[in-house]
């Protein structure tokens, strides 16, 4: 079983507007780790935002939110008032316990539309 | 940015030749993290190197080998290259063997196998 699950190959959402990108996992590890990364057209990827399976609040930094769902085992990123720059591929992935590696999915290609 | 260059950025190797890419990794980090990103696929580890040692690999086969400096810095080496070992190779440097959010991944190497 595909331990991320991205749904979404491509989105689009006008400047200004907010968007959000689906990720779903499946793990039967109690303490995991979810993080998002931006990949421009350059091929690096960014680090954007985190969320511990034990974290009480939702992760927040800057314009991204992540709509953590554990019962649902989602883990979905909202990019507010999008920008031009925004314009990437988006990957969620996840670390178990112990884990030195992470398990992406395959990734959403977000555009952007003035 | 990052401090974690990989080089070369771009590689056009022919079918059975072998192939080194180069990733040197961020200042204080003693962990390099190796991925394979094939077109339209997120990211697969391939292995890691924690203070020059083989510290956990992913399901690639043995022609697929390493190497981690004093310095930290890394290569990646692959023997008996196939057509579907064209792929984006990215390296991801870290402070230790879990990977965090203060990894930082460099900007890859394309490697074309024809």
């Known amino acids: 079983a595909q331990k991320i699950t991205q749904t979404q190959p491509g989105m689009f959402v006008q400047e200004k507007e907010a968007v959000t990108l689906d990720c779903t996992y499946d793990t039967s590890d109690p303490s995991y780790g979810l993080f998002w990364y931006k990949q421009p057209s350059s091929g690096e990827m960014i680090f954007l935002i985190y969320?511990?399976?034990?974290?009480?609040q939702n992760a927040t930094e800057g314009r991204y939110s992540l709509n953590f769902q554990k019962a649902r085992k989602s883990a979905n990123l909202v990019i507010s008032a999008s920008q031009l720059g925004d314009s990437a591929m988006y990957f969620c992935a996840m670390r178990e316990t112990g884990a030195n590696n992470l398990f992406f999915g395959t990734g959403t290609r977000l555009t952007v539309i003035p | 940015e990052t401090g974690v260059t990989q080089s070369p950025t771009h590689l056009i190797k022919t079918r059975g030749q072998q192939v080194t890419l180069r990733c040197s990794s961020q200042s204080g980090h003693n962990t390099v993290s190796w991925y394979q990103q094939a077109l339209g696929q997120g990211p697969q580890f391939i292995f890691q190197?924690?203070?020059?040692?083989?510290?956990g690999r992913g399901n690639f086969p043995p022609r697929f080998s390493g190497l981690q400096f004093p310095n930290y810095s890394s290569e990646l080496n692959v023997n008996a290259l196939e057509l579907d070992d064209s792929a984006l190779y990215l390296c991801?440097?870290?402070?230790?063997?879990?990977?965090?959010?203060?990894?930082?991944f460099g900007q890859g190497t394309r490697l074309t196998v024809v």
């Open positions: 969320q511990g399976s034990y974290d009480q």
């Open positions: 190197y924690y203070r020059e040692e083989e510290n």
């Open positions: 991801a440097s870290s402070p230790g063997r879990i990977m965090n959010t203060e990894a930082f």
